[in-house]
């Protein structure tokens, strides 16, 4: 009786769950769907750099055209088609993503310290109001904007680029909720206690734990900035300050001007001389901007 009542009460087999992904065809179709939507594009624009003008009228857009392979003298008519005009867009450019996309990620940065640990009256509201100016698109401002420049007489100049692109809502919240995570507060008011200074303790402890997210605020500032087309529209009138969004824009234009040179081939060439940098930055910072983007993912 009792090894029967033993078999009975034996405890039942745990299940083995398997550890190997389960594989979704539906999933994998999204993805390839999604990879096709982002590579082609980019083969589009390379293939067709290697073009003549007559060549992207004659030949199929995704292949290359044949027995032509025009690529560096592309790239050399670019560089020096109405007096190097595209060098001194792509100085313009470094110009407003340093001064601009470099100056939003400094204050993003004091800014979500700040925010994250010290404590003061009105914080809550403080944080409604970043929060909403995330929901704001940047083209909804544009015309405000333009008018109080034009008010301060900084209408056609760098600054009416560089101060706007100072503001990023959105580097600000990131930085914030990657600070909460990534800085212990018992390590800040160990420091303290050391005698370190709040500026000490902020860009010697503070600083190198908040590197991935800097990087992270600072390539999305960056690509905003060098993008950026709608602002310069509207406050810039002389080339010679132009970004190379807006450059390219007016080479785009000369085929519907009276008298204008079609130069599509360069206009091609440009577009992607002008992603190279973005391209090589991602690249070369992924490590920093991928544990950026995942810290807080995993709960400890």
């Known amino acids: 009786m009792t090894t029967t009542l033993q078999k009975t009460q034996a405890p039942k087999k745990l299940k083995r769950y ?14 390839g769907i999604i990879l096709l939507y982002s590579i082609v594009p980019l083969f589009w624009l ?9 060549g992207l009228t004659n030949s199929f857009g995704l292949w ?32 407003y993503v340093v001064a601009g996309a470099g100056g939003a990620t400094f204050l993003a940065v004091l800014g979500g310290y700040g925010l994250s640990k010290f404590t003061f009256p009105g914080r809550g509201a403080v944080f409604a109001v970043v929060i909403g100016a995330v929901a704001v698109p940047g083209t909804a401002l544009a015309v405000p904007t ?11 100049t760098p600054w009416a680029i560089i101060i706007p692109s100072l503001i990023s809502p959105f580097g600000l919240y990131l930085m914030w909720t990657f600070a909460n995570d990534a800085i212990p507060t018992e390590l800040l008011e160990a420091a303290r206690v050391d005698g370190s200074g709040e500026f000490r303790t902020f860009f010697q402890v503070g600083i190198p734990l908040l590197a991935p997210g800097i990087v992270t605020v600072l390539l ?24 190379l969004t807006l450059g390219l824009n007016s080479w785009n234009a000369q085929a519907t001007t009276n008298g204008g040179e079609v130069i599509f081939h360069l206009v091609i060439t440009g577009s992607l001389l002008m992603i190279i940098p973005l ?15 995942a810290a807080g993912s995993v709960k400890e």
């Open 18 to 31: 398997s550890t190997k992904p389960k594989k979704s065809i539906a999933l994998t179709l999204a993805t």
């Open 46 to 54: 390379i293939v067709n750099a290697t073009k003549s003008r007559a």
């Open 64 to 95: 290359f055209a044949d027995g032509e392979f025009l690529l560096w003298d592309n790239i050399v008519q670019t560089l020096t088609y109405n007096d190097g005009i595209f060098g001194r867009w792509f100085l313009n450019t470094l110009l």
């Open 146 to 156: 333009f008018l109080m420049f034009s008010e301060m007489g900084l209408t056609d």
């Open 220 to 243: 999305f500032t960056t690509v905003a900035t060098w993008n950026n087309y709608f602002l310069p529209l509207i406050m810039l009138k002389d080339p010679d300050w132009y970004p």
């Open 279 to 293: 391209i090589a930055a991602f690249l070369l910072l992924q490590r920093y901007w991928q544990s950026g983007l």
